[in-house]
Each structure stands twice: as structure tokens, then as C-alpha cells.
Nanobody, 121 residues
């Protein structure tokens, strides 16, 4: 299965972006999908996840600012990011593993190539 991210770009602090992760297979509905990010010079960081049943989870620093959702009919997971901060600047990746967020957090089966988000002060 292929994953393709889109929606990255440049915004000022306080702005919003909507990232999308599009999958290539109908079996996508059986997968948990997570967003990770990696800032320059830093390790990859888990951001958020939605499991096959639609249950969501977020890293503490994103709670209240980011919202993850999925549309299985469109084979898409979306990450709505509001009140962006300069420290949110990173390449954002989506990843997928069967069923559970614990699986995708530990060892995803599939990765996208990433989309760059740049937040200026």
C-alpha cells in the first residue's frame, strides 16, 4: 500500500494547515494511521493516531490544537493543525499498521514520503 501526504506549506504563527494522507488500497480501512514529524536536527516524533475504529490519540503538545480524522470512503486521513507555532516546523509523515495505534507507533508497515510544514514567527 502506498501513502501520500499533501497539504504542507508555509504559514505564520497562529495560522492553520490541513494535511492529508491518501492511501492506495481499500484495505486502508483496516489500518491505524499515525502522523509523525521530524524537525531539522531532531529525532522523529509521534504526533497523533487514529485507529481502525476511529479512536484518536495525540501527543500532549498537540492536544487541543491538532485534530485527526479519517474518511475511509476517500481512503484519506486528515490532520487539521490550528494555532501553529514555530516549533511545529518539521517534515510530517503519515504511517500505517493494521488495526491498532500501538502497532503503528512501534513498527509501521507503510510510510509516506512526507510533507514540509514551515511556521514563521
Amino acid at each position: 500500500m502506498r501513502l501520500e501526504e499533501s497539504g504542507g506549506g508555509s504559514v505564520q504563527a497562529g495560522g492553520s494547515l490541513r494535511l492529508s494522507c491518501a492511501a492506495s488500497e481499500v484495505s486502508f480501512e483496516d489500518y491505524a494511521v499515525a502522523w509523525f514529524r521530524q524537525a531539522p536536527g531532531k529525532e522523529r516524533e509521534w504526533v497523533s493516531c487514529i485507529d481502525d475504529g476511529g479512536i484518536t490519540s495525540y501527543a500532549d503538545s498537540m492536544t487541543g490544537r491538532f485534530t485527526i480524522s479519517r474518511d475511509n470512503a476517500k481512503l484519506t486521513v486528515t490532520l487539521q493543525m490550528n494555532n501553529l507555532k514555530p516549533e511545529d516546523t518539521a517534515v510530517y509523515y503519515c504511517a500505517a499498521a493494521l488495526y491498532h495505534c500501538a502497532a503503528v507507533a512501534g513498527r509501521p508497515d507503510y510510510w509516506g514520503e512526507g510533507t514540509l510544514v514551515t511556521v514563521s514567527a
